[in-house]
């Protein structure tokens, strides 16, 4: 009878852990932030904050690795770009990854609430930030019809997306967005175009993360391969979410759940 609580509570945190990552998968799949969900659902297992940030990490990599087979067309017409965008992907998050596995477990903690307050509000600008880059795309289409051209500028790019991708070895919520805004403001102006480099960026960030992770031992199996299947659950049910729910009411929910998940955890501290 004495034991019948511990087991109740512990039950508890499983089934939320589950749900979290279940959510966190379908958010990943149709407006991101996902993250906001099933790290703080790790951190509640009760393990060490930075070993919970890996565990998320390779959690969520495998369902972002079958997003590129969706942009492989525009990959391929890219390719130089694909390559410049997934080398600086790499260098960064080696250096993310090194840098988080360096961070003192209370100094990480006292960091997690300022991460999620700057991620969520990464989300919250993304709308106008957006609008002011279709103007600004606007623009350029007239000059270009002037016979004015602007190509790409690779070269800050490059280093750009480093800084980016440390912090995506790092902690990552939000990347996607800021790696948009990178493309579009040095020069890039298709949609695909900037999707398919934001994913080689994304995905090599993070899987040079995933492979620090592993091989430094950080990762708690029993919680990442239930994070892992119901992340994967999530994304591939998550179609018809994406088709019923417009895209603003799905990120001003990843705003909600950001921000208040920020302030949860500025309260505990």
């Known amino acids: 009878m ?5 087991v109740t509570a512990v039950n508890w945190h499983w089934v939320w852990l589950v749900a979290a990552a279940f959510l966190a998968g379908v958010l990943n799949a149709v407006a991101g932030g996902g993250s906001f969900l099933s790290f703080p659902a790790l951190l ?8 919970a940030n890996a565990t998320n990490t390779v959690a969520i990599w495998p369902g972002q690795l079958t997003s590129i087979a969706a942009y492989r067309d525009d990959v391929r017409k890219n390719l130089h770009s694909a390559l410049l965008m997934g080398a600086a992907g790499l260098l960064g998050g080696t250096i993310g990854a090194i840098v988080l596995l360096n961070t003192p477990q209370k100094t990480f903690m006292r960091l997690v609430p300022w991460l999620l307050l700057f991620a969520a509000s990464t989300f919250a600008v993304s709308r106008p930030v957006s609008r002011a880059l279709e ?10 019809a002037a016979g004015q051209t602007h190509a790409p500028r ?4 490059f280093f750009a997306v480093v800084v980016v991708s440390i912090y995506v070895g790092y902690f990552g919520a939000g990347a996607g967005f800021l790696f948009m805004t990178l ?3 040095l020069g890039y102006e298709d949609i695909n175009a900037i999707n398919a480099l934001k994913v080689v960026a994304n995905l090599l960030a993070n899987g040079i993360a995933f492979v620090i992770f592993i091989a430094d031992g950080q990762v708690v199996w029993r919680y990442c391969v239930a994070a892992m299947i119901a992340a994967g659950i999530g994304g591939y049910s998550s179609a018809s979410l994406a088709r019923r729910v417009p895209q603003p009411v799905l990120r001003a929910l990843v705003v909600v759940i950001g921000l208040g998940m920020a ?4 309260v505990r501290q």
């Open 2 to 6: 004495l034991h019948f609580p511990a």
């Open 44 to 51: 509640g297992m009760q393990i060490l904050p930075v070993q």
């Open 135 to 144: 103007r600004l795309k606007l623009k350029r289409s007239a000059q270009a």
């Open 154 to 157: 690779r070269v800050p790019l």
């Open 183 to 185: 493309l579009a403001l």
């Open 263 to 266: 302030a949860w955890f500025f």
